[in-house]
């Protein structure tokens, strides 16, 4: 469709380019340029040059953050895709009972944050939690999951696992139910078993679903806060101190207003590549259908 004046898309366009503006690129020019200042929210800033990602990088605390917000990224990542993959399986099918386990699991993702990260501080509760309770009485030794720097993160990692997995499942379900019944029909003409039928045909199809998840959750994982600060605040000694909280503890309780702005911008390059990330995934997981439409037509 043409548009009645050439400016007409610019103007449709004019409210998301101001928000962009105001909420997004304003306030990260801001932030790239307080990296090259010392600022503690009290006194005037003084330029310092490239010191604070200096001394983010001196004293270890980038690469400590990058490393505890990958560690935490791939579980997250990886676990949710795998179970969202298996429920989407298990659950495409019609009827009631299935469209109320696909609403239950999927509720999790709806509910906020806070509450979940409430609910799984008393289910992991060394002392009286739900969790504990039950390996005690079967007789397994328990640990304090929230206090032990060895499995504070990796218990953060798997309470977000539990909230977003509903999310992939989604995704996953709308691409199971966009593969032709007809192709599954053929495969098991030609005697390909369950399995096989998987790998050959419902896999191949799913990739953009998979390149989308995979990129989705990465970047939500990487903007992982509210778990951080209601269960651990960052702790036991920084063992759950990921990107988003580092740069919250820099600014509202070390007023340290030029490091934070200096692991923002940080933070912002890596997630610039993974939004280069998420074009490539997509351009290279054109599915095997639109590939062979391509060809035909250029035939």
Known sequence: MTPRRPWHPYFMLLPTGVVLLVFFLIPLGLAIKNSFFTWDLLTPPVFVGGDNYAVIIANGELWGTLKRTF???????????????????????????????RGSVFSAYVVSWVAVALLWMWILDD??????????????PTLSWLGDPRSALLSLALVSVWKITGYSMVIFLAGLQDIPRS??????LDGAGPWQRFVNV???????????????SLILSFQAFDVVRVMTQGGPVK????????????VFVNLRVGRASALTAVFFAFLLGLTA??????RQSASPREKSTKLGGRA
């Open 183 to 188: 192709l599954h029909e053929a495969a098991a």
């Open 277 to 282: 990330l998420q074009l490539w995934a997509w």
């Open 71 to 101: 560690l935490y990224s791939v579980v997250v990542v990886t676990f949710s895709m795998t179970i969202g993959l298996a429920l989407a399986v298990l659950l495409n099918r019609p009827g009631r009972l299935y469209a109320f386990l």
């Open 239 to 250: 063992a759950t101190t990921i990107f988003v909280y580092a740069i919250y503890e820099h």
């Open 127 to 140: 002392s009286g939690g739900l969790f504990s309770v039950v390996l005690r009485r079967a007789g397994i």
């Open 202 to 216: 419902t896999w191949p199809l799913l990739r953009p679903s998979a390149a989308f998840v995979g990129t989705t």
